[in-house]
């Protein structure tokens, strides 16, 4: 096993000779026997637990564990205290997600720390077989096929290159005491499912099902490469500016797989994703969405943004504020109509001050919101301004109204209101710039 496990290092690259090394010890016969190989292979090594606090008793007996097992061995151990269920909450992700979430932004705050080179986790060859079949199962594309990588920035997996088996024949051989967590044999968990019933149904059929899956990983990462060069060389050419040419995606030679590697980075699965291909040819106006972008589809492109939570949002503007910083810049002043010289320009309105009652307030557009065009006596839609205005999607979505109570004033940086217009009556002028986002 030593010998396997040194082999696999050199290969990878992956720790050298005076590098610092923290691994993650949860207690499991994997990080214990990885510490007992990587301390055996004379590596600088430190350890770090994490108590999740998910078990009750049994959380709080694998931390007394790690703690003895690491004083026998010499090698310091850094040990914290996780609230997981209300991260959890808090964050709207799954028990799961949010303890992955929190190990590894706390494992890289202690690398720092410490000043460490690497973080080892105790991930093995059946591990990177769950996750190839996880990943096929939630429909991945040729990445997730791949299995777990070696080395993830400074994550490391020195024991990839080994089976379970393998790891408990070391166990047992070197009689290495270790803590087993009660979860690991309940199937509620969609891994767990994997490991207790789908993987001993697979070797009924091929009893070399993991290494036969091992191997077509191996092949797929190959093909990987390959295929991500030709990827990244056509979305450099179908996005530009986070927006997406429709015509160009379509003439390429897989137009679906383009948009997939596009996308999926972002949040979006494969079924949200084949819904915005089929979109394509489809008016303009829909808006897809993953948990922190959307995708609007245009005229002649997919516009891809970050998800806000503006439609809702009210800034207040109070009458001694000369300028505001939030969420667009706007800067106020008063000018006496008797010195008064107009300048046509389409980012600054000027009002009648008399005529504002503050505060007055910004918000975004609303269906059914309408106001009287400079220069109009009738009442027009805000919508069929946009429509007439030609404005894209993403225009729509970046254009604030200011509104005095429930009267549309301005469309910022586009019209103002007639009713607020400036005459021979007007005594004290309201000016108001826009200066950008």
């Not at 993991?210 to 092949?219: G, Q």
């Amino acid at each position: 096993m030593l010998q396997k496990v040194k082999e696999f290092i050199r290969q990878n690259n992956l720790i050298k000779n005076n590098d610092k090394v923290i691994i993650a010890l949860s207690g499991g016969a994997d990080s214990i026997a990885l510490l007992d190989i990587l301390y055996r292979l004379k590596y600088n090594c430190l350890a770090a637990h994490c108590n999740f606090h998910l078990r009750g008793e049994e959380s709080n007996r694998d931390a007394e564990f790690v703690k003895q097992f690491c004083a026998n061995y010499n090698v310091p151990l850094s040990i914290i205290d996780f609230n997981t269920e209300e991260y959890a909450r808090t964050n709207s992700i799954s028990i799961e997600m949010a303890a992955r979430e929190i190990r590894y932004n706390w494992f890289e705050q202690i690398r720092k720390q410490y000043k460490a080179d690497f973080i080892a986790v105790a991930h093995h060859q059946d591990d990177s077989v769950e996750t190839i079949l996880l990943n096929l199962i939630r429909g991945t594309g040729i990445r997730g096929l791949t299995g777990i990588p070696v080395r993830n920035n400074f994550v490391i997996r020195p024991l990839l290159g080994v089976a379970r088996k393998d790891i408990i024949e070391y166990i047992n051989g070197r009689k290495l005491s270790y803590v087993e967590d009660c979860t690991n044999k309940e199937d509620i968990y969609v891994r767990n499912k994997i490991r207790l019933n789908i993987l001993p149904l697979l070797e009924t059929i091929n009893p070399s099902a993991k290494s036969s899956i091992i191997r077509t990983a191996e092949h797929l990462s190959q093909v990987e490469n390959i295929y991500s060069c030709y990827v990244n060389e056509i979305c450099s050419k179908v996005l530009n500016n986070n927006e997406i040419d429709i015509q160009k995606l379509l003439n390429c030679a897989e137009p679906q797989a383009i948009l997939f590697e596009l996308l999926y980075s972002y949040g979006f699965n494969s079924a949200t994703i084949e819904q915005i291909f089929k979109s394509l040819s489809a008016q303009s106006g829909k808006i897809f969405y993953s948990e922190k972008y959307k995708v609007i589809k245009d005229r002649y492109t997919l516009i891809l943004a970050p998800k806000e939570n503006l439609h809702d949002a009210v800034y207040t503007i109070n009458k001694s504020d000369c300028e505001i910083n939030k969420p667009i810049q706007l800067r106020i002043k008063y000018i006496d109509n008797e010195t008064f010289k107009l300048k046509k320009d389409s980012n600054i309105l000027y009002l009648d001050a008399d005529k504002i009652t503050f505060p007055i307030i910004l918000r975004k557009w609303k269906v059914g919101d309408w106001f009287i065009p400079f220069g109009m006596k009738g009442r027009k839609k805000v919508s069929d301004y946009f429509s007439d205005n030609k404005f894209s999607l993403i225009d729509k979505e970046n254009t604030w109204l200011l509104c005095n109570d429930t009267d549309i004033i301005w469309i910022v940086g586009h019209r103002s209101d007639n009713r607020y217009r400036i005459n021979q009556n007007t005594k004290k002028i309201l000016q108001i710039k826009f200066l950008g986002y």
